[in-house]
């Protein structure tokens, strides 16, 4: 990608260099050093991930210059979607096509090689890493996008309850604080739980935010196009697709904005 070879040493000495430690029964070990790889948590790694991420970028669109593979088209506007990335994350669109799958499968074969800088026959079989547990975070992207149906919130708390108040038999025990209490920030006396439904309720009306401030982002136009929208009217003067989104949250939480 053109970079000097100073620079990339200062990379590499800041990755190659750098040691750490893991918590065996709540106590850390003693130092040991990192051979390769990326550290999760470290602002040098999405740094790194987009400048890699970036040659697939490239290598896909001088696909498309070249007519080995063709884009998605989406909406009554026929947009062209290939792919989307954030950090290490990528999704790629493409039309049902047998050629441009096969094509795609070339290409990830070729950005792979690339990658791992190793020629097909010595392709590493070693695996370094391991999972440290689940992602807390993770539940967040679906919050963000679906809405979440009653009885799951129900099913949540009662978990919660279940793991705060029952006894080692499993046995219902006594409750000695209101949920709402345990559900407060910190700061207010609570255990900052929170709720899981008020959480979604937030993260969906982002989006409507985002639809009214931004000015015409890519998901957007997707969006608009999908479904016979004017980006440039708001929501609530026109006819929206789906059912159920004009509800009472939706008015009350407009007329607190407004007023």
Sequence with gaps: MGFGRRWMTWVMECVSTCSMS???NGSPSKPF???RGLRQG???SPFLFVLVVDVLHMMIEEAIRNGRIFSLLVGRDLIELSHLQFADDT???YPPEEETIKNYRRLLRCFKLIVLGCKVATLPVKYLGISLGANPSLPVYYLSLYKMPK???EKLISLQRQFLWSKEDKRN?????K???VQDPKRLGGLKVGNALVRNTALLFKWWWGFSKEECPLWKKVICSCNNLNPNVPLSTQELPVRGVRGETFVNCSLRIKN
């Design 91 to 93: 999704i790629l669109f």
């Design 179 to 181: 949920w709402e209490v």
């Design 22 to 24: 893991v918590l065996i």
């Design 173 to 177: 025990g006594m409750v000695l604080v």
């Design 42 to 44: 470290d602002p040098l």
């Design 151 to 153: 009885a799951v919130p």
């Design 33 to 35: 050093k990192m051979e």
